[in-house]
């Protein structure tokens, strides 16, 4: 019996090293302004989540009244994600009237957004890097975009800090591919190494010095049209 244990005892510390990390899911969906389209607009945001069992999904695909402000669409958001059992953290929940929001959800894997005029949100995956990030070209007007993409990095070695800003200023004819082509490639000259899961997505993922990611905001402007963002995180084990 004494041996059996003393040989439990020696197989812990190999037994944790073989045992999975556990993905960073946390998002920070940050959200501007008014819908200013005469009428009123389309918006939406597709939220994946894992509960713990199973990926759960929260889609709002609406039609919302000219003058709706960001706070409004958090607001409604972050009731359907509770509904549905997801995790959701909403500092200015009672502060109805103001126009830039913050939105926080555990275990997230995936977000879709497409805003509309007058609207422009910043998708943050806050522990880790994305597993890819892809850019959707407008469905109505075709305006131009402001992309920007700030990855926060930490050196194992040296335990020092870091950020790289990579950027991107597209027209409305521009491709997805394109965009992260841009990326990528500007990255490279920053020292932040990336990669492409497929044509159209890009995902940084290091530094050329060895330091890790351990955060990502993309951010996307547009003031006249209906850009779209998709970002995909690693599911949580």
């Known amino acids: 019996m004494r041996s059996f244990f003393r040989l439990l005892l020696a197989l812990v510390p190999f037994l944790a ?12 969906l940050t959200l501007h302004g008014v819908l200013a389209q005469s009428g009123g607009g389309p918006v939406e945001v597709d939220w994946h989540f894992y509960d713990g ?19 409004d669409i958090a607001a409604l958001l972050a009731k359907r994600l509770r509904k549905a059992g997801a995790e959701v953290t909403f500092p200015g929940e009672h502060e109805r009237s103001i126009e ?13 957004l497409r ?7 910043t998708v ?11 850019f959707l070209k407008p469905m109505e007007a075709v305006e131009s975009a402001r ?9 194992p070695h040296s335990k020092m800090p870091g950020t790289i800003n990579v ?13 992260c082509e841009d990326l990528f490639n500007q990255g490279l000259e920053k020292g932040l190494v990336g990669d492409r899961p497929t044509a159209d997505t890009w995902r940084p ?5 060895g330091a890790s990611i351990t955060g990502c905001s993309i951010e996307l402007r547009s003031s006249a049209s209906d850009w779209g963002l998709q970002v995909k995180l690693a599911r949580p084990l």
């Open 167 to 179: 950027g991107v200023d597209a027209d409305g004819k521009r491709t997805p591919a394109s965009i």
């Open 205 to 209: 993922t290091k530094t050329s010095d």
């Open 100 to 112: 830039i929001v913050n939105l926080f959800v555990e275990n997230t894997v995936q977000v879709n």
């Open 17 to 28: 090293l073989a045992a999975p990390a556990r993905a960073e899911g946390l998002v920070q």
């Open 147 to 155: 992309i920007r993409v700030t990855t926060s990095t930490y050196h």
């Open 124 to 134: 943050t995956v806050c522990e880790s890097a994305p597993e890819s990030v892809r």
């Open 53 to 71: 069992k199973e990926v759960k999904e929260v889609g709002m695909r609406l039609h919302l009244a000219e003058y709706t402000k960001a706070s």
């Open 115 to 121: 805003l509309h005029v007058g609207l422009h949100g």
